[in-house]
């Protein structure tokens, strides 16, 4: 969705219907993530992607049959063996699409959704998949208000509560239920898009690896902020790529920031300098961040450890640090280094080896849980 925002919501200002295909599910090794969304215009024009090209073609003519009929559809794209020359995935995954009509008459909240959206509230859309009358169908829950319903009282009741779950953590994926709500049933499915804000990431120290790191963390989608206590360097002309520049001590700034702070927030703290660095990953260890990096040699790592134990900080909460920060790509640049940094933040972030796929065997892509 925030892929092609700019051009949709200016598209249903306009009043004209258009298309949204999105991503609901994917097996094996497809190469884009549910929510990852392609629109096409009633005028013929297509932004985004759903499977950076192999299928589009295909999305992009029941697009305009959509449009044309105002009816939704569901399209599963995929290679088998006895199917080579059908309309699928070159990588041998699977996908599933759901491609909707969109205007003021079919979707009467989607305005509000964008608009939540562009500014960083917090929104769920769940829709019906299951074919048949109840497809596309859907319930749009936000902080303070809940609209449209799915058909049936227990059903919305379900799906809110879900929604609401994955907004904390950011989840999208298709969940199943009963025809009235029930659990570990399978009449029902929907498609809960999560539209929570970027997750956070805070680069602490104004030097010139924080500018690398700030630039590839934006460009992994990160709301950036950059900290330093030291007005001469934290300056935006250093950091045009933030999002944020902050003139503060660190471990003060992240004070203020708990509330932001969640699972899928990246903390590097590349200061490696003790009167920052201790009370700040102090701090930092402290919290629910799913990264915690801290660069520095091998000889500053140990003393970071013994001025932290020193502070009170126990084994279990120094495991959390990942220090010296980043993967052994033999990185020496500010460039490399913020790619190797990167690296192990999806890394982490996956659970995955981080091993070169060459020497790894089985499924590319983790699967999906639902």
Do not use: N
């Amino acid at each position: 969705m925030r892929d092609v925002l700019p051009h949709v919501r200016r598209w249903y200002a306009e009043g004209d219907r258009f298309a949204i295909a999105t991503v609901i599910d994917t097996f094996r090794s497809a190469p884009r993530q549910p929510g990852a969304a392609m629109a096409v215009s009633g005028a013929g024009v297509a932004v985004g992607s759903v499977s950076g090209g192999c299928v589009e073609s295909d999305v992009y003519a029941v697009a305009q049959e959509v449009i044309r009929t105002g009816w939704p559809e569901v399209r599963r794209y995929g290679v088998s063996d006895d199917d080579v020359f059908a309309i699928g995935l070159t990588c041998g995954g699977v996908v599933e699409v759901l491609v909707e009509p969109v205007d003021a008459a079919s979707f009467a909240d989607f305005g509000t959704v964008t608009a939540s959206v562009a500014s960083g509230r917090p929104v769920a859309v769940a829709t019906v998949v299951t074919p048949g009358e109840s497809l596309g169908r859907r319930i749009v829950v936000e902080a303070d208000a809940v609209t449209g319903s799915l058909g049936d009282p227990g059903l919305d009741a379900a799906v809110i509560e879900d929604a609401v779950t994955m907004l904390d953590t950011g989840a999208t994926a298709i969940r199943e239920y009963g025809a009235q709500g029930e659990c570990r049933r399978t009449d029902v499915a929907v498609f809960v898009q999560a539209l929570a804000p970027p997750p956070r990431m805070f680069v602490f120290g104004a030097i010139d690896f924080a500018a690398a790191v700030a630039r590839v963390g934006k460009f992994l989608g990160y709301h950036v902020t950059v900290c330093d206590a030291r007005g001469v360097f934290a300056t935006r002309l250093r950091f045009p790529e933030a999002d944020e520049v902050v003139v503060d001590w660190p471990h003060r700034f992240l004070a203020g920031q708990l509330d932001a702070i969640d699972s899928r927030t990246a903390i590097c703290v590349l200061t490696h300098d003790p009167k920052f660095d201790v009370p700040l990953l102090e701090l930092a260890v402290r919290t629910d961040a799913g990264y915690i990096g801290a660069m520095g040699s091998r000889r500053t790592h140990e003393d970071r450890l013994s001025r932290l134990r020193a502070a009170g900080v126990t084994e279990e909460e120094l495991a959390r640090l990942l220090s010296p920060t980043g993967l052994d790509l033999g990185a020496r640049t500010p460039e490399e280094t913020a790619i190797s940094i990167a690296a192990e933040i999806i890394a982490q972030r996956s659970a995955a080896s981080a091993r070169p796929l060459s020497t790894t065997t089985g499924r590319i892509h983790a699967a999906v849980l639902r």
